[in-house]
Nanobody, 126 residues
Framework: QGDLLESGGGLVPDGGSLRLSCTAS????????LAWFRRAPGKEREFVAA????????YYADSVKGRFVISRDNAKSTVDLQMNNLKPEVTAVYFC???????????????????WGQGTQVTVSS
């Protein structure tokens, strides 16, 4: 933890959109799979989306497919998560994580993540 910084969280109405950004160090950005996880109140942290550094392959949790888009900005060393048509049930703290592996079976597992950001709160009002 220390070289990942999330931004972009906030309060939005049901059906709204938000764009989260994770800024990473150049070393982390170029070598690591970068992923978004979230922890809703009273629940465990869970995988949301990831993008690999090797070939920009993207992976999504089934619950967000079609509504969330993860992307990399090489010029800024950021990984963004565009979240559309937000619903109250996605209210959570969203974390950026970095993992050296490019294999989903590894980086989708919370305990395998090597480095975490501090998190940013996303609240969707009903």
């Amino acid at each position: 933890q220390g070289d990942l910084l999330e931004s972009g969280g906030g309060l939005v109405p049901d059906g709204g959109s938000l764009r989260l950004s994770c800024t990473a160090s150049a070393r982390t950005f170029s070598r690591y799979t970068l992923a978004w996880f979230r922890r809703a109140p009273g629940k465990e942290r869970e995988f949301v989306a990831a993008i690999t550094s090797s070939d920009d392959s993207t992976y999504y949790a089934d619950s967000v497919k079609g509504r969330f888009v993860i992307s990399r900005d090489n010029a800024k060393s950021t990984v963004d998560l565009q979240m559309n048509n937000l619903k109250p049930e996605v209210t959570a703290v969203y974390f950026c994580g970095a993992e050296l592996s490019r294999y989903p079976v590894i980086f989708q597992v919370t305990r395998n993540v090597a480095s975490w950001g501090q998190g940013t709160q996303v609240t969707v009002s009903s």
